[in-house]
C-alpha cells in the first residue's frame, strides 16, 4: 500500500455561540417543564382520565375518516384539474380555471352550508334525458346526508387548492422529457402518467403532506353543519364539566400523534420518489449540529 | 428508390423570426448526412421539423416516401391526430443535446420503456433486448446506473441504445457531443461511427469536423434559415466554394 500523507493537523473552528444558545435554551426548557408538571392547572390525571375515553376515541375514528376521504378526492379531483386546467383544449383549461376561482375564492364554511343545505335548493336529485323523462330520483337529504355533505364540502375545496400544486408540479418537470417521450412515440397519456407525473411527484408531495395535516385540523369545521369529529368531542365534554384546559390538551396530543405519523409517512414516499435522484438529507442533523464538521468524503 | 428523407422547399417561423427560409434536403436510405453550420442557421429546427417536433409552415417533408404530420388524400392535406403522429415517431428515433434520459428510471428501464409501453412487448423480450443494446454501447454493466450516477458521455450513450430500441429506420442527432467535456466526445462518436458502418440512415447536426469527414456521405452548410452549401464532405471541408463557408469553417477549423 502506498504511504499516505499525514493528516493535516489544523485546530478547528470554535463555536462558542451555538454552546451558548443551547445552555440559554436549556434553562427556558426547563423552567416550562417544571411549570407544565407543577401547575396544577393542567389537570393532567383528567387528561389521562378523557385520553382514550369512549366519545373521544368516536371523535378521533371521525376525524381521520373525514381527513382520508377528503384527501383522496381533494388528490383525485386535484390531478384531474390540473391535467384539464394544462389541456390544448380551451374548454377543459377554462372550465377547470373557473372550478379553481370558485372553490379557493370562497369560504370552505359556506361550502359546507352550501352542501349541507343542497335540499332547500334541490328538493329531489334525478337522473334522466336532460329536459326530458327522468329515469331515477333521490330525495336530496337521503342522497346527501350529513357526512356526504362533509365530504364533498372538504373534498371538493380540497381538489381546488390540489389542482394548483399539482400543475406546479408537473410545470416543474424539464419540458425535454416530453420531447424524450414523445420523440419514441409515447402518447401524451403515456407520457404524463409514466414520465412526467413521477417526476412531479418529487414537487408534489411536501405540499401534499402540508395539505394533509392541515386538513386534520380544517375538518374541524364540520362542527358547523353539526357534524362532529375530535375537537368538537372534547368542546361537548369540556362543555358540561369544564375541564376546558386538560380536554384541549387531549384533542392536542392526539392531532400532534396523527401528524407525527404522517410526516413520518411523507418521508417514506419521498424517499420512494426521489429514486434516481441525488438528493441528500434534508438539513444538518442535531448532533452533526453540535459536533465539529468532519470532513466527508 | 425512395429516400429516406425528402425535405423541399421547407419554411419554418417562430413568431416575426422566419428560421428556416426555403431548405430542400435528401437523405437516401443508409446515407449519412452531417449538418454544420453557426448557431441561429436553423440546423436545429429542421431536425426537429424531420420528426415533427416542430410543425413546418410550408414546403413538403417526407420520410421514407410518407408525409411528416400529415396525410394527403384527394389532393388535399389533413392533419394528423396525436396517436397517428406517436405512431410515425416510433420509427425515427432521435437523440438531443441535453440527453434527456428519464432521470426517475435506470439506465435498462430507459432502454426498455418504449419497447413496453409503445410496441407493447413483453417484458422479457423487452429487457434482453435492452441488455444486448446496452452492451453494444459498451455499458453492460452501468444498467442499473441511474443517469445521475452515469457520466455524460455515457448517459448519451444510454440515450442512443434508447432510440435504438424502437427499431428505427432513421436516427436524428441534435448536437449528440455539444454539451460533453472533452475527453467524452469519442466515446460517443465512436457508438455513431458503429451505427453508420451497420448502414443507419443518420442526420447529424453537428460540430464534430472530424466526424463529418470521416463518416459522412453527405456535408450541409447551413446560414440563417438555407442550405449555403453542399456536398461530398471531404471536398467541402477542404475546399469551400462559399465565401460564408469559408468564414464558418476558418473559425471552427
Same mark, same amino acid.
Given at each position: 500500500?502506498?504511504?499516505?500523507?499525514?493528516?493535516?493537523?489544523?485546530?478547528?473552528?470554535?463555536?462558542?455561540?451555538?454552546?451558548?444558545?443551547?445552555?440559554?435554551?436549556?434553562?427556558?426548557?426547563?423552567?416550562?417543564?417544571?411549570?407544565?408538571?407543577?401547575?396544577?392547572?393542567?389537570?393532567?390525571?383528567?387528561?389521562?382520565?378523557?385520553?382514550?375515553?369512549?366519545?373521544?376515541?368516536?371523535?378521533?375514528?371521525?376525524?381521520?375518516?373525514?381527513?382520508?376521504?377528503?384527501?383522496?378526492?381533494?388528490?383525485?379531483?386535484?390531478?384531474?384539474?390540473?391535467?384539464?386546467?394544462?389541456?390544448?383544449?380551451?374548454? +377543459?383549461?377554462? !372550465?377547470?380555471?373557473? *372550478?379553481?376561482?370558485? #372553490?379557493?375564492?370562497? =369560504? $370552505?364554511?359556506?361550502?359546507?352550508?352550501? %352542501?349541507?343545505?343542497?335540499?332547500?335548493?334541490?328538493?329531489?336529485?334525478?337522473?334522466?334525458?336532460?329536459?326530458?323523462?327522468?329515469?331515477?330520483?333521490?330525495?336530496?337529504?337521503?342522497?346527501?346526508?350529513?357526512?356526504?355533505?362533509?365530504?364533498?364540502?372538504?373534498?371538493?375545496?380540497?381538489?381546488?387548492?390540489?389542482?394548483?400544486?399539482?400543475?406546479?408540479?408537473?410545470?416543474?418537470?424539464?419540458?425535454?422529457?416530453?420531447?424524450?417521450?414523445?420523440?419514441?412515440?409515447?402518447?401524451?397519456?403515456?407520457?404524463?402518467?409514466?414520465?412526467?407525473?413521477?417526476?412531479?411527484?418529487?414537487?408534489?408531495?411536501?405540499?401534499?403532506?402540508?395539505?394533509?395535516?392541515?386538513?386534520?385540523?380544517?375538518?374541524?369545521?364540520?362542527?358547523?353543519?353539526?357534524?362532529?369529529?375530535? +375537537?368538537?368531542? !372534547?368542546?361537548?365534554? *369540556?362543555?358540561?364539566? #369544564?375541564?376546558?384546559? =386538560? $380536554?384541549?390538551?387531549?384533542?392536542?396530543? %392526539?392531532?400532534?400523534?396523527?401528524?407525527?405519523?404522517?410526516?413520518?409517512?411523507?418521508?417514506?414516499?419521498?424517499?420512494?420518489?426521489?429514486?434516481?435522484?441525488?438528493?441528500?438529507?434534508?438539513?444538518?442533523?442535531?448532533?452533526?449540529?453540535?459536533?465539529?464538521?468532519?470532513?466527508?468524503? | 428508390?425512395?429516400?429516406?428523407?425528402?425535405?423541399?422547399?421547407?419554411?419554418?417561423?417562430?413568431?416575426?423570426?422566419?428560421?428556416?427560409?426555403?431548405?430542400?434536403?435528401?437523405?437516401?436510405?443508409?446515407?449519412?448526412?452531417?449538418?454544420?453550420?453557426?448557431?441561429?442557421?436553423?440546423?436545429?429546427?429542421?431536425?426537429?421539423?424531420?420528426?415533427?417536433?416542430?410543425?413546418?409552415?410550408?414546403?413538403?417533408?417526407?420520410?421514407?416516401?410518407?408525409?411528416?404530420?400529415?396525410?394527403?388524400?384527394?389532393?388535399?392535406?389533413?392533419?394528423?391526430?396525436?396517436?397517428?403522429?406517436?405512431?410515425?415517431?416510433?420509427?425515427?428515433?432521435?437523440?438531443?443535446?441535453?440527453?434527456?434520459?428519464?432521470?426517475?428510471?435506470?439506465?435498462?428501464?430507459?432502454?426498455?420503456?418504449?419497447?413496453?409501453?409503445?410496441?407493447?412487448?413483453?417484458?422479457?423480450?423487452?429487457?434482453?433486448?435492452?441488455?444486448?443494446?446496452?452492451?453494444?454501447?459498451?455499458?453492460?454493466?452501468?444498467?442499473?446506473?441511474?443517469?445521475?450516477?452515469?457520466?455524460?458521455?455515457?448517459?448519451?450513450?444510454?440515450?442512443?441504445?434508447?432510440?435504438?430500441?424502437?427499431?428505427?429506420?432513421?436516427?436524428?442527432?441534435?448536437?449528440?457531443?455539444?454539451?460533453?467535456?472533452?475527453?467524452?466526445?469519442?466515446?460517443?462518436?465512436?457508438?455513431?461511427?458503429?451505427?453508420?458502418?451497420?448502414?443507419?440512415?443518420?442526420?447529424?447536426?453537428?460540430?464534430?469536423?472530424?466526424?463529418?469527414?470521416?463518416?459522412?456521405?453527405?456535408?450541409?452548410?447551413?446560414?440563417?434559415?438555407?442550405?449555403?452549401?453542399?456536398?461530398?464532405?471531404?471536398?467541402?471541408?477542404?475546399?469551400?466554394?462559399?465565401?460564408?463557408?469559408?468564414?464558418?469553417?476558418?473559425?471552427?477549423?
Amino acid at each position: 500500500m502506498p504511504e499516505r500523507p499525514p493528516p493535516l493537523n489544523a485546530v478547528p473552528v470554535r463555536h462558542p455561540g451555538r454552546w451558548v444558545a443551547v445552555a440559554v435554551l436549556a434553562v427556558l426548557a426547563a423552567m416550562l417543564v417544571h411549570s407544565v408538571l407543577t401547575n396544577d392547572g393542567f389537570r393532567w390525571p383528567v387528561v389521562g382520565q378523557y385520553l382514550f375515553s369512549g366519545p373521544v376515541l368516536n371523535g378521533l375514528k371521525n376525524t381521520l375518516l373525514l381527513t382520508v376521504l377528503s384527501m383522496v378526492i381533494g388528490i383525485v379531483g386535484g390531478i384531474l384539474l390540473a391535467i384539464m386546467r394544462l389541456s390544448p383544449n380551451p374548454i +377543459l383549461s377554462w !372550465v377547470a380555471a373557473l *372550478y379553481i376561482w370558485v #372553490f379557493r375564492g370562497t =369560504p $370552505l364554511i359556506a361550502q359546507l352550508l352550501f %352542501w349541507n343545505f343542497l335540499s332547500a335548493l334541490y328538493p329531489r336529485l334525478s337522473l334522466g334525458v336532460p329536459f326530458g323523462p327522468e329515469l331515477v330520483s333521490f330525495d336530496t337529504n337521503v342522497l346527501i346526508n350529513q357526512f356526504a355533505a362533509c365530504l364533498l364540502g372538504l373534498g371538493l375545496n380540497e381538489a381546488a387548492y390540489m389542482a394548483e400544486i399539482v400543475r406546479g408540479g408537473i410545470a416543474s418537470v424539464d419540458h425535454g422529457q416530453t420531447e424524450a417521450a414523445g420523440a419514441l412515440g409515447m402518447s401524451r397519456a403515456q407520457t404524463l402518467r409514466r414520465i412526467v407525473l413521477p417526476q412531479a411527484m418529487r414537487v408534489i408531495i411536501p405540499p401534499t403532506g402540508n395539505e394533509t395535516i392541515s386538513m386534520l385540523k380544517t375538518s374541524s369545521l364540520v362542527v358547523v353543519i353539526g357534524y362532529f369529529e375530535l +375537537l368538537t368531542s !372534547v368542546q361537548r365534554i *369540556y362543555s358540561t364539566n #369544564f375541564q376546558t384546559i =386538560p $380536554l384541549l390538551i387531549v384533542a392536542a396530543l %392526539w392531532y400532534l400523534a396523527l401528524t407525527s405519523v404522517l410526516s413520518v409517512g411523507q418521508g417514506f414516499i419521498e424517499r420512494r420518489y426521489g429514486r434516481g435522484l441525488a438528493t441528500g438529507p434534508p438539513g444538518p442533523s442535531l448532533l452533526g449540529f453540535l459536533r465539529r464538521e468532519k470532513a466527508t468524503t | 428508390m425512395t429516400p429516406m428523407v425528402e425535405a423541399l422547399a421547407i419554411h419554418k417561423r417562430f413568431g416575426s423570426t422566419e428560421v428556416l427560409r426555403g431548405v430542400d434536403l435528401v437523405v437516401g436510405p443508409g446515407a449519412v448526412s452531417c449538418v454544420i453550420g453557426p448557431s441561429g442557421s436553423g440546423k436545429s429546427t429542421l431536425l426537429r421539423c424531420i420528426n415533427h417536433l416542430e410543425r413546418i409552415d410550408s414546403g413538403s417533408l417526407r420520410v421514407d416516401g410518407h408525409l411528416v404530420g400529415y396525410r394527403e388524400r384527394g389532393g388535399k392535406l389533413y392533419e394528423m391526430r396525436e396517436s397517428e403522429v406517436a405512431q410515425q415517431r416510433r420509427d425515427i428515433g432521435m437523440v438531443f443535446q441535453r440527453f434527456n434520459l428519464f432521470p426517475h428510471k435506470t439506465a435498462l428501464e430507459n432502454v426498455m420503456e418504449a419497447p413496453l409501453v409503445v410496441r407493447r412487448h413483453a417484458r422479457g423480450k423487452a429487457r434482453d433486448r435492452a441488455v444486448e443494446l446496452l452492451d453494444r454501447v459498451g455499458l453492460a454493466d452501468r444498467r442499473d446506473n441511474y443517469p445521475a450516477q452515469l457520466s455524460g458521455g455515457q448517459q448519451q450513450r444510454v440515450a442512443i441504445a434508447r432510440a435504438l430500441a424502437m427499431d428505427p429506420r432513421l436516427m436524428l442527432f441534435d448536437e449528440p457531443t455539444s454539451a460533453l467535456d472533452p475527453e467524452l466526445v469519442g466515446e460517443v462518436l465512436d457508438v455513431m461511427r458503429g451505427l453508420a458502418r451497420e448502414g443507419m440512415t443518420m442526420v447529424v447536426v453537428t460540430h464534430e469536423m472530424g466526424f463529418a469527414r470521416e463518416v459522412g456521405d453527405d456535408l450541409v452548410f447551413m446560414d440563417e434559415g438555407v442550405i449555403v452549401e453542399q456536398g461530398d464532405p471531404r471536398e467541402v471541408l477542404a475546399a469551400p466554394r462559399h465565401e460564408r463557408t469559408k468564414a464558418f469553417l476558418s473559425k471552427v477549423l
